[in-house]
């Protein structure tokens, strides 16, 4: 794929502006990430309180981003997104001032951070909606890589500046400046011109089925999808939770200290912008991409178990952490460009909720198992577990594809002449049971056909090689 290509979503005008608005605004979410970790440690003395504020900040995940999703389907994304800057705004300027005054103590601040959890939580899925929005279906894939380079990026600015200014003056600065970044993206959100790109189809405001049970109901009859968010499950909780395991492994076997840590950090942060360069390299980013970066990761993490040194562990995690992206990227992107428009929020909250339970789930496990079984015999198992896990994915997508293609094969014959010689022609090519895959350079996403679709779409000779 041509260089010009892996940046080919900023050729469209409002992903310019946001994209630029998003990094300032991720530069300054990883300051206050940084201050509020160094204002926990510091006024406690504990590693635990400093977890429980991330903690704090993450759980609202689990139980709002299912209601983000409903009203990212049914209210307009504009207003929403305006008011949620302005909460975040307001509440980083009261981390400021608690910072500043020490008004409140840490109470005040945990409260802050399950607030600013509570937001976010609820913001997600409709900035995901939205964004979604400026781009056109060919080049959403490469968007959302550019974003996942766009997030490495931030937080490794982020954190590098924010240690900086924490250390001359304080973590009251680092809240004040993200309290600032906001502000870039409300002004993206006034500046970007809807409908100036024919992007995913979004429904009218209200159009929709409304409720979480709906879209409950509709993740149930999308087997593809869910073996896809499981998969994501297993290799998040199991194959993802790096910062527990790359800690045990530099604290005990590879003797390299928390100088070696932040090395492992730094090299594992590197490695998320190669994957998001990777990714917005490719074309298409369909499941059989996400099968290759699943065994990818799954294989290397055994290795890493093996490696003799911090060196050769370093060499391996760069990969681990490129694969990590590319499936975050590929999961995203099916969620987005295989689901019905009316759920498409609901759906983006469900992802959302699978990344924090295999978070919330897999750090304590990894963190058991490398304390009583050893961090080398943690990662063998837990790369074993995920490989097979894969392998499982693989043989159920297939059987999936398999099942849509030959059901579509056996749909009634159509009445027009010209359909009629083209569902004729592709029961010849195509025979029961072969999968047929849409490609996206034939205007549809990409993924299995379904049922009534492959006569029609036969007589423009969309069918693709898989």
Request: glycine share 12%; net charge positive.
């Amino acid at each position: 794929m041509a260089t010009g290509a892996t940046f080919a979503a900023l050729r469209h005008r409002n992903y310019r502006i946001w994209a630029l608005a998003g990094f300032v605004s991720v530069i300054g979410t990883w300051m206050q990430v940084l201050g509020v970790n160094w204002y926990v440690l510091k006024e406690t003395g504990s590693a635990t309180s400093m977890g429980f504020a991330v903690l704090l900040q993450a759980a609202p995940t689990l139980l709002l981003s299912v209601w983000g999703g409903v009203l990212a389907d049914r209210l307009p994304a504009r207003p929403l997104l305006i008011t949620a800057q302005a909460a975040h705004a307001t509440l980083a300027a009261g981390l400021g001032a608690a910072a500043l005054t020490g008004f409140g103590g840490l109470p005040l601040i945990f409260a802050i951070s399950l607030a600013t959890g509570a937001v976010s939580a609820i913001e997600g899925p409709v900035m995901g909606r939205w964004a979604s929005t400026l781009v056109d279906r060919e080049t959403l894939g490469n968007a959302l890589a550019l974003g996942s380079l766009s997030n490495s990026a931030g937080r490794i600015l982020g954190m590098s500046l924010g240690a900086v200014v924490v250390a001359a003056v304080g973590p009251a600065l680092l809240f004040g400046i993200n309290a600032a970044s906001f502000a870039a993206v409300v002004v993206a959100l006034f500046a970007v011109r809807p409908g100036a790109v024919a992007g995913v189809a979004v429904t009218a405001a209200g159009a929709t089925r409304s409720g979480v049970r709906a879209g409950f109901a509709y993740l149930r009859g999308q087997p593809v999808l869910l073996v896809a968010l499981a998969l994501s499950f297993v290799l998040g909780s199991l194959g993802r939770n790096y910062q527990v395991t790359m800690a045990a492994m530099s604290d005990g076997p590879l003797s390299a200290g928390a100088s070696g840590y932040g090395v492992l950090s730094t090299v594992f942060a590197i490695g998320t912008v190669v994957g998001a360069l990777v990714a917005a390299r490719r074309r298409t980013l369909g499941y059989r991409t996400l099968v290759v970066a699943g065994l990818l990761a799954s294989g290397l993490q055994i290795v890493a178990g093996l490696a003799p040194g911090t060196v050769s562990f370093a060499a391996v995690i760069l990969p681990i952490a490129a694969a990590a992206v590319v499936i975050d990227t590929t999961v995203g992107t099916r969620a987005q460009l295989d689901t019905d428009a009316a759920m498409r929020g609901r759906v983006l909250a469900a992802l959302a909720v699978t990344g924090s339970v295999s978070a919330a789930v897999g750090a304590p496990l990894l963190g058991w198992l490398a304390e009583y079984a050893g961090p080398r015999q943690t990662l063998v198992l837990a790369g074993a577990a995920a490989t097979i896990a894969t392998v499982a994915a693989a043989v159920a997508l297939d059987r999936q594809h398999a099942r849509a293609a030959t059901l579509a094969l056996v749909t009634p014959r159509p009445r027009h002449p010209v359909r009629r010689v083209a569902f004729r022609a592709a029961r010849i090519v195509r025979p029961a049971g072969a999968v047929c895959v849409i490609g996206p350079a034939d205007g549809v996403p990409s993924g299995p056909i379904r049922l009534p679709e492959l006569a029609t779409l036969a007589t423009a000779g969309s069918v693709a090689r898989r």
